[in-house]
């Protein structure tokens, strides 16, 4: 077994749980702290931006 990012374990009795996103945000926020999950929201944004434009398109 191990953790996970967020402080989950995993073992070899693993299942999938369907989380709403407005349900999980606020455990990411909490598991992550104030400081890293806004560099993850930021990282994300950068991900899926287009570079020329600074926002995300559906392109």
Do not use: H, W, Y
């Amino acid at each position: 077994a191990f953790n996970t990012p967020l402080g989950f374990q995993i073992g070899a009795s693993a299942f999938t749980i369907m989380v709403e996103f407005e349900d999980f945000l606020p455990i990411m926020a909490e598991k992550l702290g104030e400081r890293d999950f806004m560099a993850e929201l930021c990282n994300g944004f950068r991900l899926l931006a287009d570079p020329q434009l600074g926002l995300i398109t559906l392109e």
